[in-house]
């Protein structure tokens, strides 16, 4: 997969000289809403977090273009629970320097549609937990934090797709929804989670571009 990435960049290099006069450099950020898809967190709730990185595009025609970004994304889900006078909170929170390398056709002036694969690279897994109990009258709290990288895969693959509005001034705001299509969980039987897992992402982001 690796190799992949690695050619793909390769000849994003080779069409960027090529078309250096009209490539496009830009910064975007903005706000994330993931969570992990599959049976053992169905009724766990997403994490809230956020992405920013850089973004270059590259014209191939009039109406089409290509746009690999590189972003660092929080990513993850949270969850709670009672058990009897123990109330538990849990989250997930996976990072990732996320590669997505988007289609992207302008279907109106300033208005574009994109599509594409995405490339994760894991930057952080950790499970932070915090639980009070309460038992005659005494409240007992406890909180922590556990590195889990050993049960997260390395390597996320996805798919992006989603809708762009480009200002004149260079201003441009677009919404992704990126769904994963590789197993997070990379834990041994008996580990972390039970079943498959695949990251989900809807993604609300402004940038400029010089």
């Known amino acids: 997969m690796k190799k992949i990435v690695l050619a793909v960049v390769a000849l994003l290099g080779v069409v960027t000289v090529q078309a250096q006069d009209e490539v496009s450099f830009g910064v975007k950020g903005g706000v994330n809403f993931a969570k992990?898809?599959?049976?053992?967190?169905?009724?766990?709730?997403?994490?809230?977090?956020?992405?920013?990185?850089?973004?270059?595009?590259?014209?191939?025609?009039?109406?089409?273009?290509?746009?690999?970004?590189?972003?660092?994304?929080?990513?993850?889900?949270?969850?709670?629970?009672?058990?009897?006078?123990?109330?538990?909170e849990s989250k997930l929170k996976l990072d990732y320097i996320n590669v997505p390398i988007l289609g992207k056709y302008y279907v109106a002036e300033g208005l574009s549609l994109e599509a594409g694969p995405q490339f994760g690279f894991r930057a952080k897994a950790e499970q932070e937990f915090e639980s009070s109990t309460t038992s005659g009258g005494v409240t007992v709290e406890s909180e922590g934090t556990e590195n889990i990288e050993d049960s997260i895969a390395g390597f996320d693959m996805g798919a992006a797709i989603g809708a762009g509005y480009e200002l004149n001034t260079g201003l441009f705001f677009q919404a992704r929804y990126v769904i994963g299509l590789s197993n997070v969980d990379d834990s041994d039987e008996g580990g972390l989670f039970e079943d498959d897992l695949t990251n989900s992402n809807l993604q609300f982001s402004v940038g400029f571009k010089f």
């Not at 949270?78 to 058990?83: L, N």
């Open 36 to 88: 992990l898809q599959g049976d053992d967190v169905e009724d766990a709730d997403g994490r809230t977090g956020f992405h920013l990185g850089a973004i270059v595009e590259i014209p191939v025609t009039e109406k089409f273009s290509v746009q690999p970004e590189v972003m660092y994304s929080q990513q993850g889900l949270q969850s709670e629970f009672e058990d009897g006078n123990t109330t538990s």
